[in-house]
């Protein structure tokens, strides 16, 4: 039975990170949550007060970082403190895409994360795994939405914590973020010339699963039988 290496890629709000984590369960492959890696710097260059992105490199590259399972996802310890209970706020999430356009930032955390692939059977999503930390992945996932609907569904993921938050504010900032990310110079969000197409503005997170899993047999017949 091939293990396979599926890439997920997507703009904010597609659920790349809900449904992997579906996906990985499903086929017992790990699973690698890219963008909590760049959240993890992020939230260490706010609470270092580091705003230069020379000094946020430097920081990022010296960072002590470990990805471990849990039972509710993949938690990142830096520096031997778990943070993952501290990289979903907005504060992180405003700053994060600026962060992870850092070049050499990308270049420690892409290195991390090949490591971690290398064996295959494995679940990774983010912005550039298709196009850059893994260009030969054996799938690879374009997953979208609109940004009205990746909207409501980050406003209910941060009114929990933040009810001062209108559902105008998370449609500006998703689609600040979609800019942000499109746009950068360093391993711009695209989608990869072989990447499949998901838009999965009428499913559910399950039902996205499954269709990545079909498009997974239609390529490799029997990989999970």
Same mark, same amino acid.
């Given at each position: 039975?091939?293990?396979?290496?599926?890439a997920?890629?997507?703009?904010?709000?597609a659920?790349?990170?809900?449904?992997?984590?579906?996906?990985?369960a499903?086929?017992?492959?790990?699973?690698?949550d890219?963008?909590?890696m760049?959240?993890?710097?992020?939230?260490?260059?706010?609470?270092?007060? #580091?705003?230069?992105?020379?000094?946020?490199?430097?920081?990022?590259?010296?960072?002590?970082?470990?990805v #471990?399972?849990?039972?509710?996802?993949?938690?990142?310890?830096?520096?031997?403190?778990?943070?993952?209970?501290?990289?979903?706020?907005?504060e992180?999430?405003?700053?994060?895409?600026?962060?992870?356009?850092?070049?050499?930032?990308?270049?420690?955390?892409?290195?991390?994360?090949?490591?971690q692939?290398?064996?295959?059977?494995?679940? #990774?999503?983010?912005?550039?795994?298709?196009?850059?930390?893994?260009?030969?992945?054996?799938?690879?996932?374009?997953?979208?939405?609109?940004?009205?609907?990746?909207?409501?569904?980050?406003?209910?993921?941060?009114?929990?914590?933040?009810?001062?938050?209108?559902?105008?504010?998370?449609?500006?900032?998703?689609?600040?973020?979609?800019? %942000?990310?499109?746009?950068?110079?360093?391993?711009? %969000?695209?989608?990869?010339?072989?990447?499949? %197409?998901?838009?999965?503005?009428?499913?559910?997170?399950?039902?996205?699963?499954?269709?990545?899993?079909?498009?997974?047999?239609?390529?490799f017949?029997?990989?999970?039988?």
């Amino acid at each position: 039975m091939k293990k396979l290496s599926i890439a997920i890629d997507g703009p904010a709000g597609a659920g790349k990170s809900s449904v992997s984590k579906i996906l990985a369960a499903r086929l017992g492959y790990a699973y690698l949550d890219t963008g909590a890696m760049y959240r993890a710097v992020t939230y260490e260059a706010i609470e270092r007060k #580091l705003v230069d992105p020379e000094a946020v490199a430097a920081m990022a590259e010296a960072l002590d970082m470990e990805v #471990l399972p849990g039972q509710d996802g993949m938690h990142v310890i830096t520096d031997g403190r778990d943070v993952t209970p501290f990289i979903r706020t907005p504060e992180v999430s405003g700053r994060v895409s600026e962060v992870s356009a850092i070049g050499r930032v990308r270049k420690a955390m892409v290195a991390l994360q090949r490591k971690q692939a290398e064996k295959g059977g494995i679940v #990774l999503d983010g912005r550039d795994i298709g196009t850059t930390v893994l260009p030969k992945a054996d799938i690879k996932i374009f997953l979208t939405a609109s940004v009205h609907i990746r909207a409501v569904r980050r406003f209910k993921e941060l009114t929990e914590g933040h009810p001062e938050m209108t559902m105008e504010d998370v449609e500006k900032e998703i689609s600040r973020r979609d800019y %942000l990310d499109s746009h950068r110079e360093i391993s711009p %969000l695209k989608k990869a010339e072989d990447a499949v %197409l998901l838009d999965n503005g009428e499913l559910t997170l399950e039902g996205t699963a499954e269709a990545i899993i079909r498009i997974c047999r239609s390529k490799f017949p029997g990989f999970d039988a």
